[in-house]
């Protein structure tokens, strides 16, 4: 008898559906739990503190452009003053307000003023225009950095998702396995040295047991923490440990980082800026030619109707004592940022065929454990019903748990190989 309830639990044990999460969060009164699927938990990653700072930075990006583009249009303002005054000998406003001129023994003692003006540079060695373009190739910079923010994201998010799942898996697997055992050995008909090995089999299940809810409380705090949750937060994930094979094509796939990549996008918008931070240098003893004009109003009474009007073109010339260092400092810039680009193709090359290989590892490893373990599965199911001794039946099931779980992890390292590889790529794969 204690040997057919025992078949009966194990084979119950054995049915190897996926459990929930056993380790909960500790729920507040009125707080309902959430259920978290893959697609869920991607859509929740666009709230990342370092994707929403990526994001502000595009902002910011975008605004400078816009005051780089400003910069083409004149300088057009009007300005006002109404000034009290008490002349002991001529004096002059400050230039601020004109530098108007005030004379002892005025009708009046107030001046009233109002002006309006433009300045506008016709020619200045093309600083304006080098100006708005630095400030485009820092925008498509920015692009490319939030979308490289946004691959990191969604790396950090499949992988905590997964390994939570596998966690659940594990706990549920283990906790199955340690009512196995105990029923094991709570069999009355087992010898001296039977019972010694069950009750050290015993420990050793409780204790696998209690290492898999540890790890099942760390996987669900890392979850919540990859998804800026509070981390007293009650949910779930639902989801299968599912995966087929990919076609991994390391040449193409090297092709399309190089392309793809927004880490080397964003260091070629890098060398630009800093090829147009030699022109701008270069544009430093080039002369400005500027056209300004006034009209301006000026009189001690209302109306005010005297009038004086100027249109000015003018040139400056600059002497700039620092220019030859300036080019140096720049053009020494431009030649460290074509290194960096270099040595980045090369970290990008050995990241795809570091992932591709991993991901072809796992590839045909995975299908080998599965057989294997629905081999072995097989013949436990077909012996279950046949007499053997307990501790027997308990090493054959540890035999087809371990297998098992061989299974889940490959078919997760899989599951993050491919997610890996399609990072080291910047696209997603196609089956």
């Known amino acids: 008898m204690p040997n057919r309830l025992l078949a009966a639990s194990l084979c119950l044990v054995l049915a190897g559906a996926p459990v929930a999460a056993r380790a909960q969060a500790p729920e507040r009164p009125g707080r309902i739990e ?8 991607l ?8 994707l929403q700072s990526a994001e502000q930075d595009v902002i910011i990006a975008g605004a400078r452009v816009t005051e780089a583009r400003l910069r083409f249009l004149p300088d057009i303002g009007l300005q006002a003053s109404a000034t009290k005054f008490d002349a002991r000998y001529p004096f002059a406003l400050s230039p601020e307000f004109r530098s108007l001129l005030l004379f002892p023994g005025a009708s009046s003692e107030n001046i009233y003023s109002g002006r309006a003006y433009f300045n506008m540079p016709l020619y200045e060695g093309r600083r304006t225009l080098n100006t708005l373009r630095l400030a485009q190739a820092s925008q498509k910079q920015a692009l490319s950095d939030r979308d490289s923010v946004r691959l990191d994201v969604a790396l950090r998010a499949k992988e905590a998702f997964y390994r939570l799942l596998l966690a659940q898996e594990r706990d549920g697997a283990f906790e199955r396995h ?3 055992v105990e029923a094991a050995a709570a069999a009355g008909d087992l010898g001296p040295w039977e019972r010694v090995e069950s009750e050290a089999a015993l420990g050793a299940a409780r204790s696998r047991a209690a290492e898999a809810r540890h790890a099942l409380d760390s996987a669900r705090l890392q979850f919540l923490n990859t998804l800026s949750l509070e981390l007293d937060t009650p949910f779930r994930v639902q989801g299968d440990l599912a ?11 090297v092709i399309w980082a190089m392309e793809l990549r927004p880490e080397l996008q964003s260091q070629t918008y890098r ?16 002369p400005t030619v500027y056209l300004a004009g006034d009209y301006e109003l000026t009189a001690q009474r209302f109306p ?28 020494a810039e431009q030649r460290q940022g074509e290194l960096t680009r270099a040595e980045l ?24 454990r599965e057989s294997q373990w629905k081999r072995v599965q097989a013949l436990y199911d077909d012996a279950a019903g046949k007499p053997g001794a307990p501790l027997s039946r308990l090493r054959a099931r540890e035999g087809v748990l371990e297998l098992r779980l061989a299974h ?3 078919v997760t390292e899989h599951i993050l190989a491919r997610a890996r590889f399609e990072r080291a790529v910047g696209r997603e794969i196609p089956q």
């Open 271 to 286: 060398v630009q800026m800093d090829a147009i931070g030699v022109n701008l240098a270069i544009g430093r003893r080039n």
């Open 304 to 331: 005010l109707k005297n009038n004086n009007w100027d249109v000015t073109l003018g040139i400056k010339v600059p002497f700039a004592y620092d220019f030859w260092s300036q080019i140096k400092q720049k053009r």
């Open 178 to 180: 340690l009512k196995s």
């Open 243 to 253: 995966t087929r094979p990919v076609k991994a094509e390391v040449e193409k796939a």
């Open 43 to 50: 859509r929740l990653m666009r709230n990342d503190p370092k």
């Open 345 to 368: 193709q090369d970290r990008v090359r050995l990241e795809v065929r570091q992932a591709a290989e991993t991901l072809r590892w796992w590839q045909d490893e995975w299908p080998r």
């Open 34 to 41: 959430r259920v978290y699927t893959i697609e869920e938990t």
């Open 408 to 410: 889940l992890s490959a």
